[in-house]
C-alpha cells in the first residue's frame, strides 16, 4: 500500500514517481479499472451526488461517480450544477474526507459487564475490510499523510487507526479545476499528486477525446494496471497534462502565505483581530469536523439502567466546544475568541512544533462549511496586514466584517 | 436490584403538552428496565396508583403559568431528593412563554367569555427560575436515548453524557450534508443545542432549535448571515426564534432585536 513518505516525489512528466512510465487508458477503461480491484478483494469507495452534494460512500461502477457535475464553492456556499461535459472527476472536495473510513466519528472501544463479582471487559473488534479509495485529490493525500503520522507516528500508535489504514488501495486524481475556496497551490500541496498512492490519474478531456493518463505509484498499482488496457504516454500527453494542472494552478483565487505563519501567529496572540472573527464565529465546530486533518476525539462511558453493563465510545471532538479544555473549575477556553485563536494558531504555528508540518493541506473545506464563511486565509492576511506598514490588504477586508447591525 | 430498596420516582406535570412524560412510556424497549430499575411511586400519566412522597428523583414537565403552580413546584421541590426538569416547557418556558412578549390579559379577554375567572401569571417560566434544579433535559419533545442517558446517570451516581455543544456536530458526524451551506436552507442548528440526533436536517429541513441555546451561542452572527445572503427578513428571523424555545435567554435577547428592527420606534 502505498502511504504518504512525507518526501516530495519527482514531478510527473513522462516516467512516473515509481519509475515507471505513465500509460493512458480511454474513460470506458475506467470501469475495468474498478473491475480488476473488485476482483481484488477491494469496497470500491468513491465521490458520489447525495443531497445535492458530493459524498464519499461505497460504489459498484464508476457510473455512481458525480459524471456531469462540478461543484461551485465560496464562504458558506456550496451548489453543485452541471458540467458541459461527462467528465468523471470535474469537481473538487466536498462535505467529508477520507478521515472517516480511518478515524469514525463514533466508534465503541469497548464494552464492560458485571456477573455478581466478575467483571467482563469486551473489546470491540475493529472491522476492516480491503477497501480502494477512488478519486483521492492531492490535498487529500497529504491530508491522510498528516493523519498518518498523527495516529501512528510517535510511541502512541492508535491501532484502531493503524488496522483500518491497512490494505488500502488509492487511486488518487490530478486537479484541473480549482474550487473558490481551494488554495493547495500556494501550500505546494496541489493540485497534482506527487506521491502515497498506488495509481494517479488525469482526466482529459478535449473535444471528442476523453482519457486518462496514469502514474504508477506502487508495485500493486502497476500490477493492477497490468489487467487493463493501455498505451504508452507520448510526450503531447504529458504535456497536455502539465497544462491541465498549471491551468488549476493559475485558476487558483486564494493563497496562504507560509513565510513566518509560524512566527506571525505566535507574535499575535493578543491581536485584536481575533474579538473580530469572534464577533461572527459561531463557534459550532464545523471547520473541525469537515477538516481532513482535525483529529481530536473524546471519550465517554456510559452504564446502563442496572448499571451491569457499561461501555466506552470514541466519538469526534471539537476545539471549538466548552467541553474540550474543561479542567476543574471551568473550561480553559470559555471565550469563542479563545478558541477561534487556539484551533488556527494550533493548525498553523504549533501544529509544526507538533508534527513538523503545518495542519493546513489547502482544501478549503473549513471556508465552504462555515455557516457563516470564515476564511483562515483571509484572517492571516489580516494579521499580516495590521503588522505592515500601510495596514496591508488585510485591513480592508477587516472593514467590510466589521459592519455590525445598528 | 434484589435486596435493595428500589429508588422511588415521582413524573409531575404542570403548563405542558404531555409529550415528554409520554417520552418515558415511550422508552418500549427499556420500559422494563426503567420499572426494574426504579419504583414508580407518582406518575399519573401512566398509573392510578399514588405513593406518598418523599421522593428520590422527581421529573418535572411544563413550565410555571399560574399562581398555583408557583406554590406546588416548591413542595415537590422539598418532596424530591433530585430533580430533573424535562422538555422545553419546563426548562425555557415552552410554546406558551410567548405571552411573555406581550400583555397575557388581553388575551384572556379575547379567547374566554368571562376572563375574570382566569388567574394566569404575566410570564410562563422555567422550573429553575423557581426552584433548585438538578438537572435539565432540553428538547420539545425531550429525546428518549437521553432521558434514558439521564436516569441511568442518576441511578448510577455519575454524571449524564448530554452534550451542549451544536446540532452541527451531530450532523457531521452522521455525514448529514450541511442544509444551510448546499442547499441555502435557513437553520438554526449552529446554534442550537445538540440532542435529537440532527433529525431535521436529516431530512433536508433547517433546524427549529427545539432544543434551544446551545452553549456561548453567537445568534447575532447567524441572524446577520441570514439576512444579508440568504434574505431572511427581520420577521422571519425573529418567528424562528419565537418558538419552543422563545423565552430562553439568548433565544429571547435576539428576537427582541429583530422586533424593534421589524417595527422601529
Known amino acids: ?406 | 436490584m434484589p435486596g435493595k430498596r428500589r429508588p422511588k420516582l415521582a413524573v409531575w406535570k404542570f403548563a405542558s403538552c404531555d409529550g415528554c412524560q409520554l417520552s418515558l412510556l415511550d422508552c418500549e424497549d427499556e420500559l422494563l428496565d426503567v420499572a426494574g430499575a426504579l419504583d414508580i411511586a407518582y406518575f399519573p400519566e401512566a398509573t392510578r396508583s399514588v405513593q406518598p412522597g418523599p421522593y428520590d428523583l422527581s421529573l418535572v414537565e411544563g413550565s410555571i403559568t399560574t399562581p398555583h403552580d408557583a406554590e406546588r413546584i416548591h413542595q415537590i421541590r422539598r418532596d424530591s431528593r433530585q430533580l430533573i426538569s424535562i422538555g422545553a416547557c419546563a426548562t425555557a418556558g415552552g410554546i406558551q412563554a410567548l405571552r411573555n412578549f406581550k400583555d397575557v390579559r388581553e388575551f384572556t379577554r379575547i379567547v374566554y367569555a368571562s376572563p375574570q375567572y382566569i388567574e394566569t401569571l404575566r410570564r410562563s417560566t422555567p422550573i429553575a427560575e423557581h426552584v433548585r434544579v438538578d438537572f435539565e433535559l432540553r428538547g420539545c419533545p425531550i429525546a428518549k436515548h437521553q432521558l434514558i442517558e439521564v436516569i441511568s446517570a442518576f441511578l448510577n451516581g455519575r454524571k449524564p453524557n448530554v452534550p451542549t455543544y451544536s446540532v452541527c456536530q451531530e450532523c457531521k458526524r452522521q455525514g448529514v450534508v450541511c442544509v444551510m451551506v448546499a442547499h441555502g436552507t435557513p437553520c438554526l442548528g449552529p446554534v442550537t443545542q445538540a440532542g435529537c440526533g440532527a433529525l431535521c436536517p436529516s431530512y433536508h429541513r433547517g433546524c427549529y432549535a427545539c432544543f434551544g441555546p446551545k452553549e456561548t451561542p453567537n445568534i447575532p452572527a447567524l441572524s446577520q448571515w441570514r439576512r444579508e445572503r440568504l434574505g431572511a427578513s427581520d420577521l422571519e428571523i425573529l418567528r424562528s426564534l419565537r418558538t419552543f424555545n422563545a423565552a430562553a435567554a439568548e433565544f429571547e435577547r435576539e428576537s427582541i432585536r429583530h422586533e424593534h428592527q421589524n417595527h422601529p420606534g
Open chain 1, 1 to 406: 500500500m502505498a502511504k504518504g513518505s512525507g518526501k516530495k516525489g519527482s514531478a510527473m512528466r513522462g516516467i512516473g514517481p515509481f519509475g515507471r512510465p505513465s500509460r493512458v487508458i480511454p474513460k470506458e477503461s475506467l470501469r475495468n479499472l474498478l473491475e480488476v480491484l473488485r476482483l481484488r478483494g477491494y469496497t470500491l469507495i468513491g465521490p458520489t451526488v447525495r443531497d445535492q452534494a458530493i459524498v464519499y460512500d461505497e460504489i459498484s461502477s464508476p457510473q455512481e461517480l458525480p459524471i456531469g457535475w462540478t461543484d461551485r464553492q465560496g464562504p458558506g456556499t456550496y451548489r453543485l450544477e452541471r458540467r458541459e461535459d461527462d467528465a468523471f472527476f470535474g469537481f473538487v472536495v466536498g462535505p467529508q474526507s477520507w478521515k472517516k473510513f480511518f478515524f469514525p466519528p463514533a466508534q465503541r472501544l469497548f464494552q464492560i459487564s458485571r456477573d455478581g463479582k466478575e467483571i467482563h471487559t469486551t473489546p470491540d473488534p475493529v472491522q476492516t475490510r480491503k477497501r480502494a479509495l477512488i478519486g483521492v485529490r492531492p490535498c487529500e493525500l497529504r491530508a491522510l499523510a498528516i493523519q498518518d503520522r498523527v495516529f501512528t507516528g510517535g510511541a502512541y500508535v492508535d491501532g484502531s487507526y493503524r488496522r483500518l489504514r491497512e490494505d488500502v488501495f488509492i487511486l488518487a486524481v490530478n486537479c484541473g479545476e480549482p474550487a473558490a475556496t481551494c488554495f493547495c497551490a500556494s501550500l505546494d500541496t496541489g493540485p497534482q499528486v506527487t506521491d502515497g498512492f498506488d495509481l494517479a490519474i488525469t482526466e482529459v478531456i478535449e473535444g471528442t477525446r476523453h482519457e486518462f493518463i496514469v502514474h504508477v505509484g506502487s508495485e500493486l498499482g502497476a500490477r493492477v494496471l497490468e489487467a487493463v488496457p493501455s498505451r504508452e504516454a507520448t510526450d503531447a500527453d504529458s504535456a497536455t497534462e502539465r497544462e491541465i494542472v498549471q491551468r488549476a494552478t493559475r485558476r487558483m483565487s486564494r493563497a496562504l502565505e507560509r513565510s513566518q505563519l509560524k512566527e506571525l501567529l505566535y507574535r499575535n496572540y493578543e491581536s485584536p483581530r481575533w474579538d473580530q472573527v469572534a464577533a461572527r464565529c459561531l463557534s459550532c465546530a464545523n471547520c473541525t469536523m469537515v477538516c481532513p486533518t482535525c483529529f481530536c476525539s473524546t471519550v465517554e462511558d456510559v452504564t446502563d439502567l442496572s448499571g451491569d453493563h457499561a461501555e466506552r465510545r470514541r466519538l469526534w471532538d471539537s476545539c471549538f466546544t466548552m467541553d474540550f479544555s474543561y479542567i476543574v473549575g471551568g473550561s480553559v477556553r470559555a471565550s469563542t475568541r479563545a478558541r477561534y485563536r487556539h484551533w488556527l494558531t494550533h493548525k498553523l504555528a504549533t501544529w509544526q512544533d507538533q508534527f513538523g508540518v503545518i495542519g493546513c493541506v489547502g482544501c478549503g473545506r473549513c471556508i465552504t462549511w462555515c455557516p457563516v464563511g470564515i476564511d483562515l486565509t483571509e484572517e492571516v492576511a489580516a494579521l499580516r496586514g495590521r503588522e505592515s506598514p500601510d495596514g496591508g490588504s488585510g485591513a480592508i477586508q477587516e472593514n467590510h466584517h466589521d459592519r455590525t447591525e445598528s
